[in-house]
C-alpha cells in the first residue's frame, strides 16, 4: 500500500488549500478513505472520511462547512479542499485507509 500526499504550505488565515493523496497497492475505489491531522504537541485526530463510492461523507465538527473531502477513483486519488482556513488548522495532515497512513503533508495557516 503506498499513499503519498501532497499539496501541503503555508497560507494566510481565511485562505484555501487542496491536499492529494495519491493511493496505490490496494482496491481503492473498494476503500473508505480518510484525512487526520496532527498539530504540534497533540494528538491525531480525525477530519473526514469518504466511503469508496464516495457517497457517503463524514466531518469533525471543527471542520464541517470549510473543508470538503472527494475522491477520483478513476485516478486512485483523494482529495481535501480546505476554505477560510484558521491559524487552529496548522497540522500535519495525513490521508489513510483503515489500516495505513501516508506520511503526511504540511499545512500552516499564519499572517
Known amino acids: 500500500v503506498r499513499l503519498v500526499e501532497s499539496g501541503g504550505g503555508l497560507v494566510q488565515p481565511g485562505g484555501s488549500l487542496r491536499l492529494s493523496c495519491s493511493a496505490a497497492g490496494f482496491s481503492f475505489s473498494s476503500a473508505s478513505m480518510g484525512w487526520s491531522r496532527q498539530a504540534p504537541g497533540k494528538e491525531r485526530e480525525f477530519v473526514a472520511t469518504?466511503?469508496?463510492?464516495?457517497?457517503?461523507?463524514y466531518y469533525a465538527d471543527s471542520v464541517k462547512g470549510r473543508f470538503t473531502i472527494s475522491r477520483d477513483n478513476a485516478k486512485n486519488t483523494l482529495y481535501l479542499q480546505m476554505n477560510n482556513l484558521k491559524p487552529d488548522d496548522t497540522a500535519v495532515y495525513y490521508c489513510k485507509t483503515p489500516s495505513n497512513w501516508g506520511q503526511g503533508t504540511q499545512v500552516t495557516v499564519s499572517s
Open positions: 469518504i466511503s469508496g463510492s464516495g457517497g457517503s461523507t
